[in-house]
């Protein structure tokens, strides 16, 4: 593994991140106006989409922190606003 490609790991926000802030998947869903399937998702991939680690960062107040730039360049479904997770709410 190449020393940016493990920055990157560190850097995007994993949802343990996000757990221990929000205590519950139910909460995180909520905070990220996704479904709680959505959330299931991301445990199993061990990664939380790029939009939706913003929305937990400000939801969190800062307390969730990710780096957009460690996700790479945005996919033409995250500039039209896709939270890259299915059954939104």
């Given amino acids: ?29 909520d905070a990220a106006a996704v479904s709680r399937q959505a959330v299931h998702q991301w445990f199993e991939a061990g990664l939380v989409p790029r939009r939706s680690a913003l929305l937990l960062e400000r939801a969190s107040a800062g307390a969730c922190r990710v780096d957009p730039a460690m996700y790479g360049p945005l996919a033409d479904s995250d500039k039209r606003g896709s939270n890259g997770a299915a059954g939104t709410r």
């Fill in 1 to 29: 593994m190449t020393g940016i490609r493990h920055r990157a790991i560190l850097r995007a926000m994993h949802p343990d991140t996000a757990l221990a802030h929000f205590k519950t998947r139910d909460a995180i869903a």
